[in-house]
């Protein structure tokens, strides 16, 4: 359980990037986190990592105070951040001096994956590309085992066969013991996979819902025209039409369009979260 | 798996499991995928078969032995049969009916036309 409690964050004394911000997220779920550029994604996701510490209030990871980083706390979190550094060696020296901080971390697990990302371990990470040097760190980061799981842009920078790899692996370390956060702009990377969405927008958490929710109170269609304005939330030009986003009054059950649900919350956010308070 | 945009994903899976059985590659008694191999299969959240798994459970197209996953069971096809009735009925034909209605169609030519698909297909 991460327990983000009457959280205010900001870098020295500009705008707040949090004020007062309340999140719980539970064990057994990939949550997606959605936000503008500069809404907050990653300072959240720092401040939940121990990396970054509140102005006001607490987060609390699994009983742990994130700011006292203290070391049970950390070999139970793996972060990966969406700018990393790797050191000059091969991947089997970094593994060699970075796995011991993590008790349940499995070498087995890690050449399988590095195999499924077709990378050796032999391979130093200087000869890597970016999108190799992420897979071989998603790899270690998944092998860890450890309770909290958070990454930050994952699928940026991965060709097309290991973002369908990523979904698999992904898929298959989704234990109920385990709180996997994802942020991201790739929704469409990720739209099957994150369950609940997290929207954060001014400074605040604009949405959290689970998909079943969201599809029970919302509806997403492509209509030739738009009647009933009052009642649309969002609409967009496509090539059939509209895309228009309406509060559900029947009993559709719709696919969540998380990009036309997320436009849908920056243009009308009084009524999105009237809808889902 | 590629999802269209006009269903939830958890029903899209559904349906998926549904023509295995109607097309009897998942036979009445067999053991179906465990929640975690689907997932890791079709790329979802595992979350999101577990809903499919618990619908088609009250549907009773399939059933859970404690502890060992969950089968076809006995009723299958008859059920999966009924669910498609009513699927068609409420999504499908309220569709073709609009379509009707707009191009002014003929219901005898539509029988005709009918007729003559079954006789070309089956």
Not at chain 1, 7 to 36: C, D, E, I, Q, T
Not at chain 2, 30 to 43: C, F, G, M, Y
Not at chain 2, 54 to 59: C, G, N, R
Request: hydrophobic share 40%.
């Amino acid at each position: 359980m991460i327990t983000i409690n009457n959280l205010s964050f900001n870098y020295g004394k500009r705008k707040p990037v949090f004020h007062h911000l309340n999140l719980k997220l539970s064990a057994g779920n990939v949550y997606g986190l959605l936000g503008k550029n500069g809404a907050g994604k990653s300072s959240l996701l720092r401040n939940m990592a121990g990396l970054l510490f509140p102005s006001e209030g607490t987060c609390t990871v699994n009983g742990y105070n994130a700011q006292e980083r203290l070391p049970s706390f950390l070999q139970e979190m793996y972060f990966l951040p969406e700018e990393f550094y790797t050191p000059p060696v091969k991947i089997k020296d970094f593994v060699k001096t970075y796995s011991p901080f993590y008790p349940n971390f499995s070498l087995k697990q890690f050449l399988e994956y590095l195999e499924e990302f077709q990378i050796s371990e032999n391979e130093k990470f200087t000869e890597l590309s970016l999108g190799q040097k992420k897979k071989a760190l998603i790899g270690f980061g998944l092998a860890t085992n450890t309770k909290v799981l958070i990454m930050d842009e994952p699928t940026n920078g991965l060709d097309i066969p290991s973002k369908s790899q990523f979904r698999k692996i992904i898929a298959s370390v989704a234990t109920d013991e385990r709180i996997i956060v994802i942020s991201t702009h790739q929704v469409r990377d990720l739209d099957s996979l994150i369950d609940p969405i997290i929207i954060l927008d001014g400074s605040e958490v604009l949405l959290h819902a689970t998909t079943e929710e969201i599809s029970e109170k919302l509806s997403f269609k492509t209509v030739s025209v738009v009647t009933d304005h009052e009642k649309v939330l969002y609409s967009e030009h496509s090539i059939r039409g509209f895309s228009v986003v309406m509060p559900n009054s029947g009993h559709e059950n719709n696919k969540v369009d998380l990009e036309l649900l997320f436009n849908a919350a920056l243009t009308n956010r009084q009524a999105i979260k009237d809808i889902f308070q | 798996m590629e999802f269209r945009d006009n269903q939830a994903i958890y029903l899209q899976i559904a349906e998926y499991i549904c023509e295995r059985i109607l097309l009897k590659q998942w036979k009445i008694g067999d053991k179906i995928a465990s929640v975690r191999e689907l997932a890791v299969q079709l790329e979802v959240n595992p979350n999101t078969v577990v809903r499919t798994y618990e619908f088609l459970h009250q549907k009773e197209i399939i059933f859970t032995k404690r502890g060992m996953g969950f089968f076809v069971s006995d009723e299958a096809e008859d059920k999966v049969l009924a669910f498609r009735k009513d699927e068609f009925l409420g999504n499908e034909l309220p569709v073709f009916f609009k379509n009707v209605h707009l191009l002014g169609l003929d219901f005898d030519f539509i029988k005709e036309k009918y007729e003559a698909f079954k006789t070309a297909n089956f």
